[in-house]
């Protein structure tokens, strides 16, 4: 059974950081696409970072400079290190692995809540 359990959410102050955790099971890691999407309340899901299991990182533009992405495929872990949180950033985080083969192999963790307000 695929489980992604992300934790780190919390309420932080803007300026502040925080650091996100994805914990995968059931799934070969090391060869999955790992990323980290948000939703805002009444808003559509966004991309904000990915890494190839190449250890490859790509992020949206509005969180350059500002979030860091990375694994250990040792651990099955993907983190996301946010830094200088802006009241714009609070959303509900989700986990992301995806595997393309023949076919799409595509899951997600439950989320966890980012708040940023003073």
């Known amino acids: 059974q695929v489980q992604l359990v992300e934790s780190g959410g919390d309420l932080v102050q803007p300026g502040g950081s925080l650091r996100l955790s994805c914990a995968a099971s059931?799934?070969?890691?090391?060869?999955?696409?790992m990323a980290w999407y948000r939703q805002a309340p009444g808003k559509q899901r966004e991309l904000v970072a990915t890494?190839?299991?190449?250890?490859?990182?790509d992020y949206v533009d509005s969180v350059k400079g500002r979030f860091t992405i990375s694994r250990d495929n040792a651990k099955n872990m993907v983190y996301l290190q946010m830094n200088s949180l802006k009241p714009e950033d609070t959303a509900v985080y989700y986990c992301?692995?995806?595997?393309?083969?023949?076919?799409?192999?595509?899951?997600w963790g439950q989320g966890t809540q980012v708040t940023v307000s003073p």
């Open positions: 890494i190839a299991n190449s250890g490859t990182t």
């Open positions: 992301n692995a995806k595997r393309k083969l023949e076919f799409i192999l595509d899951y």
């Open positions: 059931g799934i070969l890691f090391s060869f999955y696409a």
